[in-house]
Every structure is written in C-alpha cells, then in structure tokens.
C-alpha cells in the first residue's frame, strides 16, 4: 500500500480522536467587571448555567462579542466553536474560521492551531496546504508562547501536540512534491510524540516498521506501539474523568473508569496485534519493503488460531525456510487455522495434502479445499485447475499470475485483476482501470464479471443507473452464474414476490450456493411462500454447514439451541456457535454470550459472556450493545455501572435511525431507575404508552408491572392484571391448550391466538419469557383476591400454565401450593418435584428447597445437595442464601469439584479476530 494511501485513511480516523476545536479553559469565576476577562467569565455562566445562572445563550453571545472587540482571543476562539457546533449562533464553517484567524492574529495559539485544521481539511474554506502550513508553525514557535497559567497549560500543549502531528502529515504526504519530506514529517511525529499524541507513535511505528524516514527498526516500532496504547489509556482517563464524571462520589469515579479503562486497554491490545499482522504483511507482499526476516519476526508472536491473516503468511515463511529454517509440519498446521476464511490458505493447504507435505495425503479434502479457493475467485486456483500440478503460491506470487494472464485476455484473470484493483487488494486501487477491466472481462464471457460489473460499478458507482444494473445481473444469471440469480431472488424478495425468490434461491442453490441455502431455511422457518416447516429449514441449515459456511453454522447452531426441528441438544448448538465464530460470523459471539447468560448450560455465566458481547460490539451488533447496557445497568457479571450502561445505551442507538423499539424501551428502563441521572418515571411513562400504541409487545409487560407496583403510576391491580393477560397472549396457541376449558373465563372468543410461535432466536424467546412471567404475575394478582368476580382458586390453572411450558418461578409457586394443600389436594411428593425442578435454574427455589431441609421440612435432598444449592444460589447474588450458610457455619466456598451443572468445554477464549465474512443475516 501506498504510504500516502496510509495517512488519507487515517486522516479522518485520527480526527474523531482529537479536540476540535480547541476551545478556551474555563476559568474560575471572580467579581463581575467589564474587563475581557470578566466578560468572557459571565459570557460562560450564561452559556452553561454555572453558579446559579440561568442557560441564556443570547446573553452568553452577547458578552463573548464584547471580549472580542476587545482583543480577547480566547472569546474569538468560544465564539468559533459556537459557530461549528450551532450552539446559539447558526452553524456556519466559515464565520467560525473568521472567528479562528481573528485570534490568530492576535498571536493566539489556540486561534492559529483552530485556523490551521479548518485550512487543512477543507472547512470553512478551500483546504489550503501552505496556509494550514503557516498556522500550524505558529502554534510550535516558542516565541508565540507566553506564559501560562495552570488553566492554560493542558490546552496549549495538546494544541502543539497536535499542530506537530499534522505538520507530520503534511510532509508525509508523498503525492504532493510541495511538501513531502519524509525526515521532516517523522521529526515532526517525534515532537509530537514527545508531547504524548498517542495518533504520532501510532504512526512512528509503522514508519519504523517501513522504513519511512527512517531506518527501519523492528525494536523501535514494537516500542512505539507500547507507546500509542499508554498514551491512548492515558488520555482516555484524563478526559473522561474531566468530562463525563463532573459531581460524581470520587470512588465511583474510580470504579467506572478503571472499568473503561480496562475495557479500552483490551481494544488497544487486538488494535495493536492487528497493526503488527500488517506490518509483517508489507514487509512479505510489497516488493520495495520486502524482508522475510522481519516478517517472520512481526508475524510469529500474533499468527494465533484465529488470526488468519498472519497464520496464512507465516505458513509460506515456514514452507519456503524464508526468514527461518523449513517446517512444513508447521505450515501445515497454521494453514489448518487460516482456511477457514483465507482463500489463499485454502489454496496452499489443498497443494500441501495433495502431495502429502507435512502430514499424510488426503485427495478428496483437497480437491475440496482447492474448488472452495476457486469459488472465492483466488485466481491461482482458476489457472491450476488441480491441486496435484499447482504450487504452493505467495500473495506476490498469485499478483505477478494474475497480471501475467490478464496482459493475455485471459476473461477469469481480467476479472480478478479488476476486482483487485477497484478495491486496492495488493495492486494500487485505480476505478477507472478496474471498470475496464471488469467490462472487458464480461464480454469476453465471464459470468461472474457481469454480475460484479452490474452490483459493483453500474449500481453503487451509479454511473449507469439502475436499469444497466438489472440488465447485467439478469444477463449473468442467464448465463448460469449462482450469485446472480440469487440476487435476481433477492430483488424479487423486497418487492415481496416470494414464490419469485423462492424458484430463483432453489436454482441457486441446487448450483451450489451457500447463501441460497440459508436463504430457503429462512423460507421455511418462516413460511414465506410456502408452509413453515422447521424439519425442511433445519435440512437447508444442515447443508449450509457441511460446507463449514459460518453462517449455515450459525442458524443450524440455533436450531439445536431452541429445538426446531431437531431435538435440542445445547452442546451441539455451543460447538457449532464457536465454529462458526472461528470462520468470521461476529453475530456467532452475540448468541454464544446469551446461551452462556440463559443458564440453559449450567449456571447463568453473565461474566463469561460479557466478553462476547463486546466482540460483537464491535462489528456493530446493536444487540450486543444492548445487552451490555443491561448487564452495566442491573449489576449483572460486573458491577452495577450507570454511567458506562448508558454508554453502551448510546453504542446501541448510534445503529439504529433515530433509536428504534429495542434502544426506546431499554432508554425507558434508565428513566426509571432512581438512581440514573436520566430518572423521570412521567417520561418513561409516555415513552411505554407510545410504543404500547407501535406494537412493541414488551411495553405493555412493562407497564403491567408500574401498574402493579404504583411506580409513576396509581397503583391499579385491575390495570395491571389486563396488561398482563394481554401480554400472555404471546404465547399464542399453547396459552389456548394448556387453560384448555378455561381459556373462555379470561378471553373473549373472538381472541385470534395464531401469531404465537415457538422461540427461535433470542428475540423471540424474551418474548415468550415475558408471556410466561406475565402468566406468573396474572396467578399472584388472582390469589391475592385483588379482582372482582374472579377466585384465588383461579391461580392453579396459570401457575400450571406456565409451569408446564418451563418457567421456573411458577414452578416454585405451584410446588408449595402442593406442599401446603391450598387451592389443590396435598400431595408433598410431587411439590417436592416441583421444587426441585424448579431449583435446576431459579435461585428462589435454590434457596426455598435448601433452607427446608435445614429446616427439616425436606430430609430427602440431603445435605450435600443443600449446600451445593447454597452455594448456587449465593453464585447468583442472594444474600439471604449466604446468610443461612453462615449460620450453620458453612463455607460459600467448595472445598473440592465444582458443584454447578457441567457446561461444555470452551476452547479457544480469545475474543478478537480479524473481520467478519460478508455476512447475510435476515
């Protein structure tokens, strides 16, 4: 790549993470007088309200202006802000610029730094090289500098800071001969670095790394990378507990950022190995940086199971003994880790067990292996044709193969080089070129040109239209080429003509399409066109995953999960989330946490699934993010953390177009906590009654609950009881036979039950967990005799309801009816099992059933089994469970095994890898 390339793809990277503008401190506030300061002192009071001032922003404009006329800087400067941010003033790029150079010319640092960035990127003016230039070395000249008070201090060193770091940009821009100097800019990069810019030793590092200005040096780079994470943590911690925890108890400062902090800490550590697997990679694929030596270095300590990328590249270092002696064995084996997503691995692992290098032969894996390679358009795999003639190839191999045949019109090494190089893939990203090639490529014959040519350049490049694209991805599907006539599915799907995409997805798939196969399983799972039919869905997933397609996994791991067609078996479902992770599927991590939180394998491991939601953070899974909300909400894996909840809230919402259903009700249960800055029950009110009118089922459950407990609202158990048999009618036609004979005494006739579906992904499932619930709360209301006209004795029928369809707290209620004889005939064995069944997941029947037989009500659990369920239930934050242990003088410790349920192995608890495959989730 590029060096230049490099820095305009970090360039606005970089920005996000520096203060722009740099605004003027805030200083203490002294006696009101005209003077600039004071004025600029009131001005802030107004603004922001500070010591008993009203917000009047027309006031606050007022007096900034005033300070201005004066010559106060730092006021030209507030006011540039005001104009960029729109706060009081119209946003306008170029006023706030004029109010930079204003200051500048006054001498201000701040000013010239403001002016500076403004010119060289564009805002306000036409970005200006010379001029962004000239300001930014006017903030480093020290005869500019004055002297400062502690207020000042901070700011005008980051402002140098980061004046150097851009300086460094501008000189290491290699396409502008103006101003390129590498020397320069990696000099500038040091003053910068020096003032702790964590951006300078980022970039330090890969210049190191490459060479770039200096000499290239492995010790330095991997110390310049220490640097960046040290100096990124420390700047984290300085601004956030100037900025987010103002007023907050100085321990609980502490506590959320040492949270963050450590969370943050483990991002840098994956940015950081992610880094170092490019630099190996430069130093193997680009001819003019090429050293195999350095690359084994860089590669070998980050070539783990699930870095692909490098385990790839360190298998041709160990085949070739480039940069170390020759280990086919160990090729081998980390071509095992990077095929299941490199088609380049896949390639040189198929060559390799062909000929029987490193291990024994195995034909028909490698013809396998080799035909998967050439399906993802790995062009040496095209040429070859077979595993047993081709050679085991490098990236600088398969680009000088594909160049050699595209030069002789070769239609499927035109493609692949037009590919390569409308998306820059080791050759220099050109349109133009790549459009050409495309084209050329596609009427010499290529099918799968036509198609990329119609999906790729005539539609998201628009400068065809729409009508270029359908044409040509009708005459790639004409001409029988898989994607293209799934896509021709996919078009017909959105206009929904299912039986259209129903007939185009079969074609597809019967010629060996893997995202066709799951798209029929969705078909089916959901009855689309056609009758659901979760053993026929199941089959379609079933064959998605013997291709070890990650996303075939991922949905046949469900299946297992919630036991549509197919009997439940969660270890199945675990082991097949984690495949299927390992192969790229970032939506894998977000259900491995939930089966890990659903207690289904054991005890409820909140803790262990907090990291898998957060790698499915990452790649921008807005349920993850949610759930991390809840767990930092309600105290569930961590510690109980507001603050940092509503940060994920905010992650959450970020993804969504002005916060949907999911992010409004979680934002509601914020409102409704005391102990939230954001508590105001009357809104969260409003919010639940305006998505009870959406149709956001969860609302409604919600609101049952305020009504049951007068929270915010009159305490009602009529109210409450109606919301909740609303709720329970979720459970759709297995509500209907399990009240049997009794479902007319709560339901009028005309109640249409058929939207009730089993759970088949974790949506769904809270669903049907709130039906559930609601029928608990429906039997707690009867039996308190709270409804007219209705019995306690009508308790029995929904305690029975919900207990049979597997809800545990409703078990509990309906085994001590049993033991006591109230409401139904006394039968103690069988409230016992009730109990006990009910104890495999609910620390309530833990502890009722544990404490009985201390109590001697319940002999025959037996002690061991009293106290494992103690234990459990102490595991699971019951205090009162870790108090009757005390007091029979028990340790809430094991002395030896482990008590809880077995969980299935988990292997391989890294939680970061190199990207998510194209991912094609309904």
């Not at 809840?630 to 894996?637: L, V």
């Not at 639940?688 to 009159?714: H, T, V």
């Not at 929904?798 to 509990?812: N, V």
Request: hydrophobic share 35%.
């Amino acid at each position: 790549m590029n060096p230049s390339q490099i820095y305009r793809f970090l360039l606005p990277l970089i920005a996000l993470a520096l203060l722009h503008p740099l605004a003027g401190q805030e200083f203490d506030y002294g006696d009101a007088e005209l003077s600039p300061t004071e004025l600029y002192d009131e001005a802030l009071k107004h603004l922001y309200g500070g010591d008993g001032y009203k917000i009047n922003r027309n006031a606050a404009i007022s007096k900034l202006k005033k300070a201005a006329e004066k010559g106060y800087a730092t006021a030209h400067n507030t006011l540039g802000s005001l104009h960029l941010q729109g706060n009081g003033l119209f946003t306008s790029p170029r006023k706030a610029l004029r109010s930079f150079e204003d200051a500048a010319a006054l001498n201000d640092p701040l000013g010239h730094y403001n002016a500076g960035y403004s010119y060289l990127v564009g805002r306000g003016a036409q970005a200006n090289m010379a001029t962004a230039e000239r300001h930014f070395l006017a903030v480093v000249d020290e005869s500019t500098q004055r002297n400062l008070s502690p207020e000042e201090f901070g700011t005008f060193r980051n402002a140098r800071a980061a004046a150097y770091f851009y300086l460094g940009i501008i000189y290491s821009d290699e396409d502008d001969k103006t101003y390129f100097d590498a020397k320069k800019a990696t000099d500038c990069f040091h003053k910068s670095d020096e003032l702790n810019e964590p951006n300078a030793a980022m970039l330090l590092a890969i210049r190191y790394a490459r060479g770039e200005g200096a000499e290239q040096d492995q010790a330095k780079s991997e110390a310049f990378l220490e640097r960046y994470k040290i100096a990124a943590l420390n700047k984290l911690h300085n601004s956030i507990s100037q900025v987010l925890f103002q007023g907050m108890d100085r321990e609980d400062v502490k506590a959320s950022l040492d949270e963050i902090i450590s969370s943050y800490a483990d991002q840098m550590s994956e940015q950081i190995q992610s880094m170092q697997t490019a630099f190996g990679v430069s130093l193997l694929d680009e001819e003019e940086l090429y050293s195999p030596e350095q690359a084994f270095a860089w590669l070998k300590p980050v070539a783990t199971e699930e870095n692909h990328l490098a385990s790839s590249r360190l298998a041709t270092l160990y085949y070739r003994g480039e940069g170390t002696e020759p280990n086919l064995e160990k090729a081998r084996e980390l071509l095992e880790h990077a095929s299941k997503q490199e088609a380049m691995a896949k390639y040189n692992l198929a060559v390799m067990l062909a000929k029987g290098e490193g291990g024994d032969a195995n034909l028909v894996r490698a013809k396998d292996l080799f035909e998967k390679a050439a399906k993802s358009s790995w062009y040496p795999a095209i040429h070859y044709k077979s595993p047993e003639t081709a050679p085991f190839i490098s990236e600088r191999d398969a680009i000088a193969l594909v160049k050699q045949q595209a030069e002789q019109r070769d239609p499927d090494a035109l493609f692949c080089l037009g590919r390569r190089t409308l998306w820059g893939l080791g050759v220099e990203r050109n349109y133009d070129s790549a459009k050409a090639m495309i084209l050329a490529a596609s009427e010499l014959g290529n099918a799968q040109a036509r198609f990329y040519y119609g999906v790729y350049i005539a539609s998201d490049f628009s400068w065809l239209g729409p009508s270029e694209e359908d044409k040509a991805i009708q005459a790639a599907a004409e001409a029988g080429y898989p994607p293209a006539i799934h896509e021709l599915g996919v078009k017909a799907e959105t206009s929904n003509r299912y039986k259209v995409a129903l007939e185009n997805y079969e074609r597809s798939a019967s010629l060996g399409h893997i995202p066709s196969l799951y798209k029929l399983g969705y078909y089916y799972l959901e009855g689309r066109g056609v009758a659901v039919d979760y053993q026929k869905a199941v089959s379609y997933f079933q064959k998605a995953a013997d291709t070890e397609d990650p996303i075939g996994m991922l949905n046949l791991g469900l299946a297992y999960e919630y036991g549509f067609g197919v009997e439940q078996d969660l270890s199945r479902a675990y082991d097949l989330y984690k495949e299927a992770r390992l192969r790229g599927s970032y939506y894998a991590e977000y259900a491995i946490g939930n089966l890990l939180a659903s207690g289904k394998i054991g005890e409820a491991a909140w803790e262990e699934a907090i990291p898998y939601w957060e790698s499915a953070g990452a790649y921008r899974n807005k349920d993850a993010y949610l759930r991390l909300s809840e767990c930092h909400r309600t105290g569930k894996g961590v510690k109980k953390n507001l603050s940092l909840a509503f940060n994920y809230y905010n992650r959450a919402y970020a993804l969504t177009y002005y916060g949907d259903n999911d992010t409004q009700y979680e934002l509601v249960q914020f409102k409704l906590d005391p102990k939230s800055e954001l508590y105001n029950p009357g809104q969260a009110i409003n919010m639940l009654r305006m998505l009870e009118l959406s149709g956001y089922p969860l609302a409604g459950y919600k609101l049952a609950e305020l009504n049951r407990d007068g929270i915010g609202l009159r305490q009602n158990a009529k109210k409450a009881y109606n919301k909740y048999l609303k709720t329970a009618e979720l459970l759709g036609t297995d509500l209907k036979v399990q009240l049997d004979s009794e479902f007319d005494s709560f339901y009028s006739k005309e109640t249409n039950l058929d939207k009730g579906v089993r759970p088949v992904d974790r949506e769904t499932e809270i669903l049907h967990e709130a039906a559930l619930d609601a029928c608990y709360q429906i039997a707690f209301i009867l039996k308190s005799g709270q409804i007219k006209k209705t019995s306690p004795q009508d308790c029995v029928i929904w305690y029975q309801t919900a207990a049979r369809l597997g809800h545990a707290p409703s078990k509990l209620a309906l085994g001590k009816l049993y033991l006591s004889g109230q409401y139904v005939d006394q039968d103690e064995p069988f409230g016992w099992k009730l109990v006990q069944e009910a104890a495999a997941t609910d620390a309530e029947a833990k502890f009722f059933a544990a404490k009985s037989f201390f109590d001697g009500k319940f002999p025959d659990l037996g002690r061991e089994a009293a106290i494992s369920l103690l234990r459990s239930a102490v595991a699971s934050g019951l205090e009162k469970a870790q108090h009757t242990l005390e007091k029979h003088e028990i340790s809430v410790e094991a002395e030896s095994e482990q008590d809880t349920a077995p969980v299935p192995a988990r292997k391989g608890e890294d939680d970061g890898f190199d990207g998510p495959v194209d991912l094609d989730l309904a």
